[in-house]
């Protein structure tokens, strides 16, 4: 079996728009406004306790792998802002480390928009300041289903910054393909016909 993550060229695309957006904010602006963060890396809601750091550092609680050294460092270039990472595996794990520190020691987390319901309860989470957060930047469907699932009180507390990855895996003993090569368009190769299986949940 051979296994590649692939993202969505969406995906690429919200990357560079995220990284055009980052030049835009002196240093001095972002870590002062919740609302230029989310303009310049709109990955999720805002940590209230701890939150408006003015040390140079914005501490992200990020999903691993989802968020590259080469975007990390492109941000610090641009703003002169270090990202410092802490990474997990599930929302759960998300949930629990942040109870644990009661919301202290972070200053943007990214949580799953389906579990928002949970994020309401614990009153650990600030608003975005909707009329200064880029929405034309963003994929209007993923939007829609933040603000769907993040707001409450009238006000938006999730906004999106990344889908989400997919694996494609297959038996080399059957079929090759160069994993550069690759692409979603193989599912309908007429030679695959029949013999795909994938979640129901994609």
């Given at each position: 079996m051979k296994a590649v993550k692939m993202k969505t060229s969406k995906i690429k695309l919200s990357s560079k728009a995220t990284l055009k957006a980052a030049k835009t904010f002196t240093r001095r602006t972002l870590l002062k406004s919740a609302v230029a963060a989310a303009s310049a890396a709109a990955m999720g809601p805002w940590i209230v306790r701890?939150?408006?750091?003015?040390?140079?550092?914005?501490?992200?609680?990020?999903?691993?792998?989802?968020l590259p050294d080469s975007i990390s460092q492109a941000f610090k270039d641009a703003t002169g802002i270090?990202?410092?990472?802490?990474?997990?595996?599930?929302?759960?794990?998300?949930?629990?480390?942040?109870?644990?520190?009661?919301?202290?020691?972070?200053?943007?987390?990214?949580p799953t928009a389906s579990h928002m319901a949970h994020w309401r309860a614990l009153s650990?989470?600030?608003?975005?300041?909707?009329?200064?957060?880029?929405?034309?930047?963003?994929?209007?469907?993923?939007?829609?289903a933040s603000l769907k699932a993040?707001?409450?009180?009238?006000?938006?507390?999730?906004?999106?910054?990344?889908?989400?990855?997919e694996g494609l895996a297959w038996r080399t003993d059957k079929w090759f393909r160069e994993p550069a090569d690759l692409t979603y368009g193989d599912l309908w190769s007429p030679q695959l016909k029949g013999k795909i299986m994938g979640a129901p949940n994609s």
């Amino acid at each position: 079996m051979k296994a590649v993550k692939m993202k969505t060229s969406k995906i690429k695309l919200s990357s560079k728009a995220t990284l055009k957006a980052a030049k835009t904010f002196t240093r001095r602006t972002l870590l002062k406004s919740a609302v230029a963060a989310a303009s310049a890396a709109a990955m999720g809601p805002w940590i209230v306790r701890d939150a408006f750091s003015s040390s140079g550092n914005l501490k992200i609680m990020m999903w691993s792998d989802y968020l590259p050294d080469s975007i990390s460092q492109a941000f610090k270039d641009a703003t002169g802002i270090h990202l410092s990472q802490s990474l997990y595996g599930s929302d759960e794990e998300l949930l629990h480390r942040v109870k644990a520190f009661k919301g202290r020691g972070f200053d943007l987390i990214c949580p799953t928009a389906s579990h928002m319901a949970h994020w309401r309860a614990l009153s650990l989470l600030q608003p975005w300041d909707m009329k200064r957060a880029p929405l034309d930047r963003m994929d209007q469907g993923m939007l829609e289903a933040s603000l769907k699932a993040g707001t409450w009180g009238g006000k938006a507390h999730h906004l999106p910054f990344v889908w989400g990855t997919e694996g494609l895996a297959w038996r080399t003993d059957k079929w090759f393909r160069e994993p550069a090569d690759l692409t979603y368009g193989d599912l309908w190769s007429p030679q695959l016909k029949g013999k795909i299986m994938g979640a129901p949940n994609s």
